[in-house]
């Protein structure tokens, strides 16, 4: 199954997936698929800076808001799959992950790891923001005004 096969929409969001979830999270997940694959290196994991670009009220001029640190890898695997991998921070163990997923996604695996990593890490996301939202509902105040009537 080639790269256009996949789709670069749903490879865009496991992807990102991959990079959002916590280190040690992804590697729980990894460790029940039993034995991966053997691959070799295109780009090993390197740390790196990139700017982070904002824009005002999200449709104003861009402009440089900082530098964020990441860390980003390419392999390949033994079957021929190329996985990438950019992930926020310094733990190149996380980008090497992230890119093994990202290439068995692409293979004949790609339906167990939906089921076995990608759904849980999703679920686990889903639940985390729902808490966020209602801790941060838990704090909102409601203001009202009252009319008076003319009499």
């Known amino acids: 199954?080639?790269?256009?096969?996949?789709?670069?929409?749903a490879r865009r969001g496991w992807m990102g997936l991959l990079?959002?979830?916590?280190?040690?999270?992804?590697?729980?997940?990894?460790?029940?698929?039993?034995?991966?694959?053997?691959?070799?290196?295109?780009?090993?994991?390197?740390?790196?800076?990139?700017?982070?670009?904002?824009?005002?009220?999200g449709?104003?001029?861009?402009?440089?808001?900082?530098?964020?640190?990441?860390?980003?890898?390419?392999?390949?695997?033994?079957?021929?799959?190329?996985?990438?991998?950019?992930?926020?921070?310094?733990?190149?163990?996380?980008?090497?992950r992230a890119a093994l997923v990202d290439a068995l996604m692409q293979g004949d695996r790609a339906e167990e790891l939906r089921a076995a990593v990608l759904a849980p890490l999703e679920a686990a996301e889903a639940e985390t923001r729902r808490a966020r939202a209602a801790r941060a509902a838990a704090t909102k105040v409601d203001f009202f005004t009252m009319v008076r009537g003319e009499a």
């Open 19 to 57: 990079a959002r979830v916590p280190a040690p999270r992804l590697a729980a997940q990894l460790e029940g698929l039993g034995e991966l694959p053997g691959f070799d290196w295109l780009r090993v994991p390197e740390v790196g800076g990139v700017m982070v670009r904002g824009r005002m009220g």
């Open 59 to 96: 449709t104003g001029a861009p402009f440089n808001l900082g530098e964020m640190t990441v860390t980003r890898c390419a392999l390949r695997l033994e079957s021929g799959e190329v996985g990438h991998a950019y992930v926020q921070g310094r733990d190149k163990a996380h980008a090497e």
């Open 1 to 9: 199954m080639s790269m256009t096969d996949v789709g670069n929409e």
